[in-house]
């Protein structure tokens, strides 16, 4: 379920990302602040709702770390399954 609060798209499966509660800054680190990635990537792997995450990200070019992957990450897996479809 999806509902659109201005221009903020909310998702049900949110509640439920092991981020919900966490410093948003520690999923969009600068590059001064590497070791912020490792811990968000680490909560990722833990989380119930990853995959809905990812693909939530994958689907709106999203800056930061979702469903644990980085911007550059995604961007090689979208490749990847664009190449794979086609």
């Known amino acids: ?13 949110m509640d439920q990302a092991a981020c919900a509660y966490t410093e948003p800054e520690q999923f969009f680190p600068t590059v001064a602040a590497a070791s912020y990635a ?3 990537k680490a909560i990722c792997a833990g989380c119930p709702v990853a995959a809905n995450c990812l693909t939530y990200a994958l689907d709106h070019d999203l800056d930061g770390i979702w469903g644990g992957l980085d ?7 979208a490749k990847q399954l664009k190449a794979a479809d086609g």
């Open 1 to 13: 379920m999806s509902i659109l609060v201005g221009c903020q798209e909310l998702t049900a499966w």
């Open 71 to 77: 911007r550059p990450e995604r961007k090689r897996l």
């Open 38 to 40: 490792r811990d968000a």
